[in-house]
């Protein structure tokens, strides 16, 4: 017998463009503290698209990390 338990996760960060991610890394939120636990395989090119129409970048926060803006 599987016994599975389903816990609710953040999408913390893209790879490749917001508008089009190639994957994703989900982060869980630990005691105020936003704790990374994976990165999704690469997704395909419908729910790449899906997903990125509906995600959008955080306030205050650089789309760019360490690169040029």
Do not use: F, W, Y
Not at 24 to 53: E, M
């Amino acid at each position: 017998m599987n016994h599975r338990e389903s816990v609710d996760v953040v999408c913390a960060a893209v790879i490749d463009p917001l508008s089009r991610p190639q994957s994703v890394v989900v982060g869980l939120p630990v005691h105020g503290r936003l704790r990374i636990v994976g990165r999704s395989t690469p997704l395909t090119a419908k729910v790449a698209s899906d997903l990125g129409c509906i995600l959008t970048a955080a306030a205050g926060r650089s789309s760019v990390a360490g690169g040029h803006h």
